[in-house]
């Protein structure tokens, strides 16, 4: 299977000469091209029963990695298990208009955190009006920038339940559809949005430079008061473990996972993607290598940037409290959280019923036999 290691391996250097990519970036090409590999060390695991031998090659760990999310995802699930409500959950997505991509992507903190600040105003604002809820309600957020054919195309999905707290401390039922009318949230977000991109320092390249102009800013930010804003709801989670199988779906997920990855063959690339736009049909797009590159790392997010944020009753500040008292409210019972507390090995036995610390041979006890620098000797 054509992995995106193996794209960066052959290409990425060629990438960096000739681009010159930020030093964030280039970061990510290194960490993904040496990904368990002798690049990043490792150790050698031996048994000394049959003196079967094993070597183990570091993870780079970068949140970039199509290889490295899968233990991340299943300890951030476990925690979040603990936190689910016996009540519906929705799924609603908010998204940027095309008109504003250029804008974030030079702009990448201050727009994404704009995008993350109108959606969650908008919901707790009319979530908390008697008309639609009259109640706080606690959100999770998170930050994609990409479309299926690794276009960027910043967005949040939010997933949100269906009642709250009011302001006397009582729980709230929402309706059984979404309790807030999809048209009213995109208008709300839009005034939002626009109304803190005002007051926003921003920097302008390449296609809006023009909007470095004080008047041009002001009437094209104007303009898009005239433009309808995309806000989704989808129909509501069936079950608790349908909210727990979207969250490992969503969170953790990168730009293009190497499964969709068809062929690499004279510096093209073939991958697979959904067009939504026809009936959500399955499609083969083929790039060039360099383009590929290019594309998936319109998604590395600034350092240190917080992609999943929680607000409402979940907010880290409130939330033993609060999220306290909503179980209480709602006759909740814990979760339990089997995963949370494992070790990497212990991680690995429950979820695929391989033990990583006995010999595949005989079933003894391995035992590490050299030290890492032995690997890049």
């Not at 008309?131 to 054919?149: D, F, M, R």
């Not at 399955?282 to 999943?308: C, D, W």
């Not at 500040?317 to 959280?337: D, G, M, P, R, W």
Request: hydrophobic letters at 35%.
């Amino acid at each position: 299977m054509i992995e995106v290691q193996d794209i960066f391996r052959e290409y990425g250097q060629e990438y960096l000469d000739r681009y010159k990519p930020p030093p964030h970036v280039r970061k990510v090409v290194r960490a993904v091209t040496g990904c368990r590999t002798a690049e990043l060390g490792g150790h050698i695991e031996r048994c000394d029963e049959c003196e079967y031998i094993r070597i183990a090659y570091n993870s780079c760990r970068n949140r970039h990695c199509p290889k490295c999310q899968a233990l991340s995802k299943e300890r951030w699930i476990a925690a979040r298990s603990g936190e689910l409500l016996p009540v519906t959950y929705f799924h609603v997505v908010f998204t940027l208009p095309s008109e504003l991509h250029g804008i974030a992507f030079w702009n990448q903190t201050a727009m994404y955190n704009l995008l993350f600040r109108a959606a969650n105003e908008t919901i707790q604002e009319l979530a908390a009006d008697k008309k639609y809820l009259g109640a706080q309600v606690g959100l999770t957020e998170i930050l994609h920038t990409w479309g299926q054919n690794l276009t960027y195309h910043p967005h949040v999905h939010i997933i949100v339940p269906g009642g709250g707290l009011s302001a006397d401390g009582k729980w709230v039922n929402g309706r059984k559809n979404f309790f807030i009318p999809v048209k009213v949230m995109a208008k709300k977000f839009r005034g939002k949005f626009l109304y803190y991109l005002r007051q926003t320092k921003l920097e302008f390249r390449g296609s809006t430079e023009y909007l470095s102009d004080e008047i041009q800013l002001m009437n094209f930010i104007d303009s898009l008061y005239h433009k309808d804003w995309y806000v989704y709801c989808k129909r509501p989670f069936k079950t608790t473990h349908s909210v727990l199988e979207y969250l490992g779906r969503y969170t953790h997920r990168v730009a293009i996972s190497n499964h969709r990855i068809v062929s690499l063959s004279g510096g093209q690339v073939t991958f697979k993607w959904r067009d939504y736009k026809d009936g959500g049909k399955e499609k083969l797009i083929t790039v060039s290598a360099l383009e590929f590159i290019r594309r998936f790392l319109l998604h590395v997010l600034p350092t240190g940037f917080t992609k999943i944020r929680h607000y409402g009753f979940l907010a880290s500040a409130v939330k033993s409290v609060k999220l306290t008292l909503c179980f209480k409210l709602t006759n909740a019972k814990s979760i339990e959280q089997p995963l949370k507390n494992l070790s990497v090995a212990e991680l690995m036995l429950t979820l695929t019923g391989r033990d990583i610390t006995r010999c595949p041979l005989c079933g003894s006890s391995l035992a590490r036999a050299s030290p890492a620098s032995a690997l890049t000797a």
